[in-house]
């Protein structure tokens, strides 16, 4: 699978047995994990290598999660609304104006961002349960709001568009150019993700989570944080939007339902809510489960779906990444310091 | 004019049934003070144990009242397997469990009874009256929902288990030391609300029809009446409810178009929650650091 190896982010890099240092390990991982996912499109068939490709979107989308509802504890159930904002951006560029598909991906982010900084706003206001109902009823209105628009967004019939062609100086076709696309701008918003939130930055996100309180007394400005947060989250999940606008030619108001948004939700569950490679194990899982699920019947995959939230929530809150760390810790005792943020705000 | 009546009176129908989803939603959030996110999918569950009836030829106020009876056990059951286990975990779980819970009751419908739109029986015919200004079914949806809330305004107010669960809610560690069993009053609390939604759930069935995903609309609409009314007050949420559903009618028809109402619900909610986050009935949240 497309970086699993990645796992080695989360903590258990730092094993002192070995010659090479924690940090050296760690990048072994990571790079192992790239050469993977650089070769994986040339060992499946080009279904498998599309399919790849939108368990990586998922997993850009998943990271924006991640950061808001994981990190810094403000629950969104409408991160959907984001993926249809980047969506929608870029089709309407490329369908309305004929810009490069390769020139949207920018705008999308940005507006999902600006988006997100003012929904970031109203929900400053709100604490958890309020905030979570907001977007809730975001997610609810989406589909609504899109078809209303009809003129720009051409209604239920929704847009099609033609899939990029892989250019004259990479010829790898259509599907293996897109699984590329997607590997590099994942490779990207995680680099930038990580760095974010291994950083002071990540640090104050965490502690706002915690402890509100103790966070402004330590001189947190929860307020400008908190918004970042917003527009950062939701400037990733724009941009897996207008990937996936990408990916599948096609936009349309019923791809954006609320059960997007709550798909989204689970990935981040099952994948481990605050936890970085977590994304990674969410884009597969709510990629590849429901598609081996819908062979049974056509309501099994949130049949499965519902199952997953609760025996997660019960059983394993951390998800896998924040389980898999937690198992390996424990191989290695001599390693203290658990990573705070890998344990979760479920607990 | 005669329209604009027209208009009031049936969203006071449509109000009638938000009225009563919000309701549920307020019982519960004043148990535990969490909202149940799975509140309209239970309803539409519910709605679907009714048809089942219906079409098995039972008649129709048999088949509701079994509905109802079998949605109370199914809210306590839910609350004791479900919903204990997480009572004092964190808002995220909790919300997580709720989404759960909404996710398997759609999934569940649709895999039993299908996704295919179903016709739903209303016992109220459906023959003009008052000139032509409300339907039969309309006044029926009235009358059934002033009828429950006037049977839970009895139980809560007059009946021992009424006033125990009221003391559960308020004050948890004082309800214990008297004897009261908290945690079966807050399961009991998530029975009656199930109850209360199938009523919603089935009042409303005949005019969005059946189908997996009607409640989602109703849901939102729903929260609006609740906060809008005041969270913490059964009385406000009636009251949003029915403010909810004219509105709805009345900007529906003179302001905008019908595809955006939803999106006015959802304004509603936001401006609401930022303006005055008790609603009109509400009290005041003061939180102590």
């Known amino acids: 699978m497309a970086g699993t190896g990645k796992i080695s982010d989360v903590d258990l890099a730092g094993s002192s047995a070995a010659a090479l240092s924690g940090d050296g390990w760690r990048w072994l991982g990571v790079l192992a994990a790239i050469a993977a996912a650089l070769a994986l499109p040339w060992l499946v068939s080009n279904y498998h290598v599309f399919q790849l490709t939108l368990a ?44 490069p598909y390769y020139l949207t991906i920018a705008p999308a982010g940005l507006l999902s961002f600006a988006i997100g900084v003012l929904l970031g706003l109203p929900a400053l206001r709100l604490e958890g349960l309020y905030l979570a109902l907001v977007t809730f009823s975001l997610a609810i209105a989406t589909p609504q709001v899109l078809k209303y ?28 150019w897109l699984y590329y696309l997607s590997l590099a701008l994942l490779l990207v918003v995680f680099w930038a993700g990580r760095n974010l939130l291994k950083s002071r930055t990540g640090r104050a996100l965490v502690a706002i989570r915690d402890h509100p309180i103790s966070a402004v007394a330590m001189g947190v400005n929860t307020a400008l944080y908190k918004t970042m947060a917003f527009g950062v989250s939701a400037l990733m999940t724009g941009i897996a939007g207008a990937l996936a606008a990408l990916a599948t030619a096609f936009v349309a108001p019923d791809s954006f339902s609320p059960f997007l948004s709550i798909s989204f939700i689970v990935g981040s569950v099952v994948g481990g809510i605050a936890t970085i490679p977590g994304a990674v194990f969410g884009g597969v899982f709510i990629q590849f489960v429901p598609n081996i699920a819908s ?48 344990r979760g705000p479920l607990q | 004019m005669g329209q604009l009546l027209q ?47 219906v079409q098995a030829g039972v008649p129709f106020w ?44 759609n999934s569940t419908a649709g895999w039993i009874f299908t996704y295919t739109v179903q016709e739903f029986p209303s016992p109220f015919g459906d023959t003009p009256l008052l000139g032509d200004m409300i339907t039969s079914s309309e006044l029926g949806v009235i009358g059934v929902t002033l009828i ?22 308020q004050n948890p560690e004082s309800a214990r030391l008297v004897g009261i069993r908290v945690g079966w ?8 609300a199930a109850a209360v939604g199938a009523v919603a759930g089935i009042m409303v069935a005949p005019v969005l029809f059946l189908d997996p995903n009607m409640m ?13 009314g005041g969270i913490s007050s059964p009385g406000g949420a009636v009251v949003g409810g029915l403010v909810v559903g004219v509105l709805e009618n009345l900007v529906g028809t003179y302001l905008i178009a019908t595809e955006l109402k939803l999106t006015v619900a959802l304004a509603v909610i936001i401006i609401i929650l930022v303006v005055k986050p008790s609603g009109l009935f509400g009290t005041v949240m003061v939180k102590r650091v």
């Open chain 2, 148 to 169: 429950v809330l006037a049977l839970l305004y009895v139980f809560f107010r007059f009946t021992p288990l009424g006033f125990a669960m009221r003391a559960a809610a």
């Open chain 2, 7 to 53: 208009q009031v009176l049936s969203g006071l129908a449509t109000g009638a049934v938000y009225a009563s989803l919000a309701l549920a939603l307020v019982m519960i959030h004043q148990a535990t003070e969490s909202v149940n996110f799975a509140q309209g999918e239970m309803a539409m569950f519910s709605t679907y144990i009714a048809w089942m009836f």
């Open chain 2, 185 to 192: 009053m807050l399961a009991i609390g998530w029975g009656l």
């Open chain 2, 216 to 228: 989602s609309g109703v849901l939102l609409y729903a929260f609006a009446a609740a906060l809008l």
């Open chain 1, 149 to 176: 628009f009809d003129s720009w967004s051409g209604g239920s019939q929704g847009i099609l568009l033609t899939k990029p062609a892989a250019p004259s100086w990479f010829p790898v076709g259509t599907d293996r």
């Open chain 2, 62 to 105: 048999i088949a509701f009242v079994l509905t109802v009876a079998i949605s109370f056990l199914g809210g306590v059951l839910i609350e004791r397997i479900l919903i204990r286990p997480v009572e004092s975990a964190p808002v995220l779980s909790q919300v997580i469990v709720f989404i759960g819970l909404l996710v398997i009751f």
């Open chain 1, 295 to 342: 062979d049974i019947s056509d309501a099994a995959p949130w049949a499965i779906y519902g199952l997953f939230l609760l025996a997660f929530m019960y059983l394993m809150p951390q998800g896998i990444a924040g389980t898999l760390a937690v198992l390996l810790r424990r191989l290695k005792p001599a390693r203290a310091a658990p990573a705070a943020a890998a």
């Open chain 1, 56 to 99: 990586m979107i998922y997993a850009i989308a998943l990271l924006g999660l991640n950061l808001l509802t994981g990190y810094n504890g403000q629950i969104s159930l409408g991160h959907g609304a984001f993926f249809a904002i980047g969506g929608y951006t870029s089709a309407i560029l490329m369908h309305r104006w004929g810009v």
